[in-house]
């Protein structure tokens, strides 16, 4: 089965660090590029970060830009997301998300939730 | 990177057809034919519904169908189905690896 497992989040104080992963299973994971979407309560989707299946291509999106990096182990077949300097809005549900080579998302994991408080 | 601009609500009532917009700029939807539709049941992950503004994936059905006119695109649900009741975002790419998502509409079959 073609999945993606998310894990790593928490609740975390204003300014502090966490480190999400990503769990691939069931696909080539070192063919595809992969993105972190994430979602606050009640909110809407809001796209945070790609990396190309080479780790060559990196882009984030300016709400998260110098804070947080994007990484991905091909051995491993785990995409991860390091946060730093965390802040009350970074709090959302993150999920991975595999890019069908159509600039669109076509497989999700389940999600792992962040809470940013103090 | 704003935010592209959805109905916060639709409705309509079992087997008939709904259109949810979804309009950006010349820098996303007008700019790229790489606009995707997402369905969101409440508790769930996103599931793609539509890519290339109009292109199902396996296992869609063809009641939802997607178009583009200018800087807005479409989503059309045909023979509404109580299970077609959900949360539906549209996603556009905007450049340089970078992507923008709608505000999301809510779907509610009556």
């Known amino acids: 089965e073609v999945q993606l497992v998310e894990s790593g989040g ?32 009640g909110k809407g989707l809001e796209w945070v970060s790609y990396i190309s299946s080479s ?11 110098g804070r947080f990096t994007i990484s991905r182990d091909s051995a ?43 | ?25 010349t820098s996303d939807v007008g700019g790229y034919n790489y ?3 997402y369905q969101q049941h409440p508790g769930k992950a ?19 169908s997607g178009s583009k006119s200018g800087n807005t695109a479409s989503l059309t649900i045909s023979g509404l189905q109580a299970e077609d009741e959900a949360d539906y975002y549209c996603c556009s790419y905007a450049g340089r690896y970078t992507f923008v998502f709608g505000g999301g509409t809510k779907l509610t079959v009556l």
């Open chain 1, 76 to 118: 491993k077949n785990s995409l991860y997301l390091q946060m730093n300097s965390l802040r009350d809005e970074d709090t959302a549900m993150y999920y991975c998300a595999r890019d069908l080579p159509h600039w669109a998302f076509d497989i999700w994991g389940q999600g792992t939730v962040v809470t940013v408080s103090s």
């Open chain 1, 10 to 41: 928490g609740l975390v104080q204003p300014g502090g660090s966490l480190r999400l992963s990503c769990a691939a299973s069931g696909f080539s994971f070192s063919g595809y590029n992969i993105n972190w979407v994430r979602q606050a309560p």
């Open chain 2, 1 to 25: 990177q704003s935010a592209l601009t959805q109905p916060r609500s639709v409705s309509g009532s079992p087997g008939q057809s709904v259109t949810i917009s979804c309009t950006g700029t």
């Open chain 2, 46 to 64: 996103p599931k793609l519904m539509i890519y290339n503004v109009s292109e199902r994936p396996s296992g869609v059905p063809d009641r939802f």
């Open chain 1, 55 to 65: 780790s060559r291509t990196i882009y984030y999106a300016d709400s998260v830009k």
């Open chain 2, 35 to 37: 606009v995707s539709w």
